[in-house]
């Protein structure tokens, strides 16, 4: 199976709030830094988020700073995205994923969940 699984997404109004959770499937992810991208129709895959290993450090793209908080709970494998104020802007497929760094490039993730859809009404 996949080694990431989000959850949490779904239909939001805008100015409303979601939480996003990502669960590690079949391995332990706890030395991983782990991170947030979403990607919208016709789009490229941007980066959102994301927190080191011991949660130390995160990293926001500026789309989302105080807006979006990104945190992890190691002892569950499971890193959480907490969105608030929604815009129409952040409707997009979201995925989780791990790496070595929490960077905001696609190539610094190994590993990748399947994605939670979040859609914001204008």
């Known amino acids: 199976q996949v080694p990431l699984v989000e959850s949490g997404g779904g239909l939001v109004q805008t100015g409303g709030s979601l939480r996003l959770s990502c669960a590690a499937s079949?391995?332990?992810?706890?030395?991983?830094?782990l991170g947030w991208f979403r990607q919208a129709p016709g789009k490229e895959r941007e980066f959102v988020a994301a927190i080191s290993w011991n949660g130390g450090a995160t990293n926001y793209a500026d789309s989302v700073k105080g807006r979006f908080t990104i945190s992890r709970d190691n002892a569950n494998n499971t890193v959480y995205l907490h969105m608030n104020s929604l815009k129409s802007e952040d409707t997009a497929l979201y995925y989780c994923?791990?790496?070595?760094?929490?960077?905001?490039?696609?190539?610094?993730?190994?590993?990748w969940g399947q994605g939670t859809q979040v859609t914001v009404s204008s």
């Open positions: 079949g391995r332990t992810f706890s030395s991983y830094a």
């Open positions: 994923a791990g790496g070595r760094t929490p960077g905001g490039e696609i190539y610094e993730y190994r590993y």
